[in-house]
């Protein structure tokens, strides 16, 4: 019988410097300690410890982003599309005949991000598109585990198609917006409808069993993820088997159609096998994928402080702007 320790390389504890061949800025932001230790999860079923959570977390993020999304022009309209908020972000000076859309899904584990972040979000992902963006604020847990965050994603995307050919639709969001965006392309497929023009997944959630090499190599090392996400992923799922292609969609079948699909994630990104394994799952089924990695980012990138983040909005600009209809 094999000793179940063979299987295991063991690591010893070391210094990592950071890389100084990257920008100023984002040395900077390497340079500066973890956000924390991750507090820890309430047990499942207390919604009263979630909710706090989430709320001390959202103020985090919305302190984070308003400064960006201030600096953005735009116009913002509230709608309500099927039940669904959306918050509809057009930059100012779009031609009104401009057909173009990006359906966009906001990140935050699964379980944030929702309200005044979501509007933030939206409009902080203007720079990497260019076009007008429709921001879905869909439900999430402990209120609303899933299907219901993906059906109101998928809700959306119907009655977008209501009036615009999904040839001038791009689908695409980050960390867990990434993992809904991609199970919506599944799930849209498999109900019939037409797929978008592309996916853009930014250092995308697909694979909510944690089953990627990173989950190891980058445990302590990233230093916005700084743990696991395991107990948000069993709330998220309810019950449900989270390797069900549309909790984890790097296990869908993707030989059956999907969109050319951008993927982005950093070397010392928690989620970087999320990003890779779904490049490899991609190509193999023979769908046209990018990947482009990040060196020395964590999770998120470096959140808008360095020029490699605003490099990244350029080549992410440069994908999209090749899959629109002509």
Known sequence: MTDDS?????????????????SPEAQAMLSLPP???????????????????????????????????????????????????????????????????FLDIHGGALVMGSGAVCRAM????????????WAVDYRMPPSDPYPAPLDDCVAV????????????????GSSAGGNLAAALILRARDEGLPLPAAAVLLTPEVDLTESGD????????????TARLMPTNLLYADG??????????????????FPPTFLQAGTRDLFLSNAVRMHVALREAG????????????????????PEDDQLDRVVRRFVDEHWRT
């Open 6 to 22: 063979s299987h295991v390389r063991h690591v010893p504890a070391r210094d990592i410097p950071v890389p100084t061949h990257l």
């Open 35 to 101: 956000l924390g230790e991750a507090p820890e999860s309430p047990s499942l079923d207390d919604k009263e410890g979630w909710w706090a959570r989430t709320a001390v977390q959202d103020e985090m993020v919305l302190a984070a982003l308003a400064p960006r999304a201030a600096k953005i022009d735009v116009d913002v309209e509230d709608r309500v599309v099927d039940g669904v908020p959306v918050f509809v972000i057009t930059p100012r000076g779009t031609a009104a005949d401009d057909p173009r859309v």
């Open 122 to 133: 939206g409009i902080t992902s203007i720079p990497r598109t260019g076009v007008a963006t």
């Open 157 to 172: 995307y119907r009655a977008l198609l209501e009036d615009h050919d999904p040839r001038d639709v791009i689908v695409g």
């Open 214 to 225: 990173s989950f190891h190599t980058n445990l302590g090392l990233d230093s916005v993820l």
């Open 240 to 257: 449900h088997d989270l390797a069900h292609p549309y909790l984890s969609p790097l296990f869908g079948d993707f030989t059956k159609g």
């Open 287 to 306: 769908v046209p994928a990018d990947l482009y990695v990040l060196e020395g980012a964590p999770h998120g990138g470096f959140f808008g402080t360095a």
